[in-house]
């Protein structure tokens, strides 16, 4: 993008006056928000000095990230859009009327914009060619072979600061009280105190070392005895063990659309690069000399 202009600072300036409380509106939702016909990229929306602007110019505003209205209705945002459009349009001819074009900066400028614009266009049109369900599909199943099976524990626990009180924790618990109740009465732990001291499920890596050691040694209903860590003193019930399942192909799909999409690109570029005749004629970086002392590879 470029770097904005006054003209475009006091566009979002002006769109953000246009609606009363649309800061408050950024934040928050509103509760039933107006739908908003959609615009036929041929008509007319409004008229600059007898120049049209029309559906398809408003839709080209509203990919733009820097016009993001979060929290704005469709209805509102698109009046938002065509005052901003009207205020480009007025800047533009005072520009133009003034011969702000004809400089050879702004002509550079421009011609930059151009190519990266293009380019822009290209990478995605063509790297959409790769995110295609196929592809994807291998993606997926090459990962899951390369998938490691991971051991999971679901566990309550119980933390408490010192090793007495720990001991007669256990010992209510083996002795027949529920756990969740006495976890939600003594435990230390605000994380998982309100939830009868449920930790869910984790992998070994997840927790520090002396308890995950703990835990993943139990069967599930066995209670641990107490083990001390950097926390504090821990009374540990496993619920639950399993083979940690792989994600499906489902919610990985997008994550491995963009990874096609990132590696199509690169390789464009790369391929592009190749084939072109390129000649830099700015000064290479000199090579570092090698050390007296250091002898030369053969």
Same mark, same amino acid.
């Given at each position: ?20 409380? !649309?800061?408050?509106? %950024?934040?928050?939702?509103? &509760?039933?928000?107006? #739908? /908003?016909? =959609?615009? $036929?990229?041929?008509? *007319? ?71 990266? !614009?293009?380019?822009? %266009?290209?990478?995605?049109? &063509?790297?959409?060619? #790769? /995110?295609? =369900?196929? $592809?994807?599909?291998? *993606? ?159």
């Amino acid at each position: 993008m470029p770097k904005p202009t006054p003209l475009w600072r006091a566009s979002a300036v002006a769109i953000a006056l246009a609606v009363p409380g !649309l800061a408050a509106a %950024e934040t928050k939702a509103p &509760e039933t928000p107006a #739908a /908003a016909a =959609p615009v $036929a990229p041929d008509t *007319v929306v409004a008229k600059v000095n007898g120049q049209p602007i029309t559906g398809a110019d408003i839709a080209v505003a509203a990919d733009d990230p820097a016009l993001s209205l979060p929290g704005v209705d469709e209805a509102q945002k698109k009046g938002l859009l065509v005052d901003y459009m009207v205020d480009l349009k007025v800047g533009a001819q005072a520009a133009e009327a003034a011969k702000v074009g004809e400089t050879p900066d702004f002509k550079r400028k421009l011609a930059y914009f151009r190519d990266k !614009l293009l380019l822009d %266009e290209y990478l995605e049109r &063509e790297a959409k060619k #790769a /995110a295609t =369900p196929e $592809a994807a599909k291998a *993606v997926y199943d090459q990962s899951a072979k390369l998938m490691k099976p991971e051991e999971e524990v679901h566990a309550r626990h119980i933390l408490v600061d010192n090793e007495g009180e720990a001991k007669k924790i256990a010992a209510r618990i083996k002795g027949g009280e529920d756990f969740a109740k006495v976890a939600a009465e003594t435990s230390k732990d605000p994380g998982s105190k309100a939830e009868g001291g449920d930790l869910g499920w984790f992998t070994k890596e997840r927790m520090v070392k002396e308890f995950a050691d703990a835990a993943f040694k139990m069967q599930p209903g066995q209670v641990s005895d107490p083990i001390k860590t950097q926390f504090g003193w821990h009374v540990i019930k496993v619920e639950e063990k399993r083979v940690k399942p792989l994600p499906t192909f489902e919610e990985l799909r997008e994550q491995i659309d963009q990874h096609l999409i990132r590696k199509a690109q690169q390789d464009l570029i790369l391929k592009l690069r190749s084939e072109a005749k390129i000649e830099r004629t700015d000064a290479a970086p000199a090579p570092d000399a090698p050390a007296a002392d250091t002898p030369k590879k053969p």
